[in-house]
């Protein structure tokens, strides 16, 4: 039983997201308390800024990406029904 709980969150983390994704975030997870306790809690709070943002950037990015042709949206569907 323990040896499957390790792949279903590794295949849950972060859902449908791409690997290079989940690795950035995992990284920053791992990362962050090492900078608490080699920088101070005022350096590793900028770094959790800069890390927000660049983390709200690139699911931006990603989600953009992942908009396909407007016939697959529902809206579109139903204006082109009526």
Known sequence: MASAILPALAGNFLGQAPVWYKQTIAAFLVRTPLFMWLLGP????????????FTLAMASA????????????PIARIADSG
Not at 42 to 53: A, F, P, Q, R
Request: aromatic share 8%; proline share 4%.
């Open 42 to 53: 005022y350096l590793t709070g900028w770094i959790l800024v800069v890390e927000s943002i």
């Open 62 to 73: 990603e989600s953009a990406s992942l908009v396909g042709e407007p016939q697959n949206l």
